[in-house]
């Protein structure tokens, strides 16, 4: 078993930044490949970034390609996701999951563990 657990999320106004966490426990997390997802109100869960096990791979949407970076520190056995000028339309509730060996890509379906979400509120 894996626990996720994010933290970061608030309230900011367009063209701020914000940086989420997503604390591991459990199993090594250093085996796993990490993915944001987010959904916002009345839409789908949609793919946000993803990142390999190994860490040499990352993925992003396009809506937030040059925007937004994911890391992890498996030392921490932390992941994250900075965001950069946030826009009205990134307003959801954020997720991590998680994937054994993964590539972190965007298929919510093969990731077995999920976090409970974060609120990021972009006011314009």
């Known amino acids: 078993q894996v626990q996720l657990v994010e933290s970061g999320g608030g309230l900011v106004q367009a063209g701020d930044s914000l940086r989420l966490s997503c604390a591991a426990s459990?199993?090594?997390?250093?085996?796993?490949?990490i993915a944001w997802f987010r959904r916002a109100p009345g839409k789908e869960r949609e793919f946000v970034a993803g990142?390999?096990?190994?860490?040499?791979?990352?993925y992003y949407a396009d809506s937030v390609k040059g925007r937004f970076a994911i890391s992890r520190d498996s030392a921490r056995n932390t992941m994250y996701l900075q965001m950069n000028i946030l826009k009205p339309e990134d307003t959801a509730v954020y997720y991590c999951?998680?994937?054994?060996?993964?590539?972190?890509?965007?298929?919510?379906?093969?990731?077995?563990?999920w976090g409970q979400g974060t609120q990021v509120t972009v006011s314009a």
């Open positions: 999951a998680a994937e054994l060996r993964g590539d972190g890509s965007s298929y919510y379906g093969l990731y077995d563990y």
């Open positions: 459990g199993r090594t997390f250093s085996n796993y490949a």
């Open positions: 990142i390999s096990w190994t860490g040499r791979t990352t």
